[in-house]
């Protein structure tokens, strides 16, 4: 998880053994506070798809490491979740397992007055994503200039 905060790669190396152990992928660690409170997410994804049950074996799984590893100092609660449907696409490699997928992404700024894109993800390579939009053009934007980026139900058929 390069590019980590320190907290996140130590979360990352406590948490890996047991979700190789349970079948499951990282997709990805957030360590936010929200109002008054702190939380360490863990966003957990397998082939199929993650049930509850997976939430709670790993929950039951990594309570104890973490407590003992102790790698972070103050007090947090602790969540573990499937990424979703609409799952944002953050690391490299969600962007190249990701090719050919539904995607809508936002930019930080617009492009001819218009920040939010619906597309397939076409290419992605050194932080550079290609996006065909569903009108038939395509735009490259570099990672840095999005909001977000995150997968898409829709059907691109249905604008055609």
């Given at each position: ?7 996140v790669a ?7 053994p047991?979700t190789d152990?349970?079948g ?21 994804d397998?082939e199929g ?11 039951h799984a990594?309570?104890?490491?973490l407590?003992e ?6 007090s947090y609660?602790l ?18 397992k990701?090719i050919?997928?539904n995607?809508?992404?936002?930019l930080?700024?617009?492009?001819d007055k218009?920040?939010?894109?619906k597309g397939i ?7 550079m994503?290609?996006?065909a939009?569903e009108?038939g ?24």
């Amino acid at each position: 998880m390069a590019g980590r905060s320190n907290t996140v790669a130590r979360v990352y190396e406590i948490v890996k053994p047991y979700t190789d152990e349970l079948g499951l992928d990282i997709w990805d660690i957030r360590f936010l506070k929200e109002g008054t409170d702190w939380y360490l997410r863990i966003f957990i994804d397998k082939e199929g798809g993650v049930s509850l049950d997976d939430c709670v074996d790993l929950t039951h799984a990594v309570t104890k490491p973490l407590d003992e590893a102790d790698p972070i100092s103050q007090s947090y609660l602790l969540e573990i979740s499937s990424p979703g449907i609409e799952r944002e696409l953050v690391a490299d490699e969600h962007f190249r397992k990701c090719i050919g997928e539904n995607i809508m992404l936002r930019l930080i700024r617009p492009i001819d007055k218009v920040r939010d894109f619906k597309g397939i993800l076409k290419g992605y390579d050194n932080g550079m994503i290609t996006v065909a939009l569903e009108d038939g053009t395509e735009i490259s934007v570099n990672k840095k200039e999005t909001s977000y980026v995150k997968l898409d139900d829709f059907d691109i058929n249905d604008f055609n």
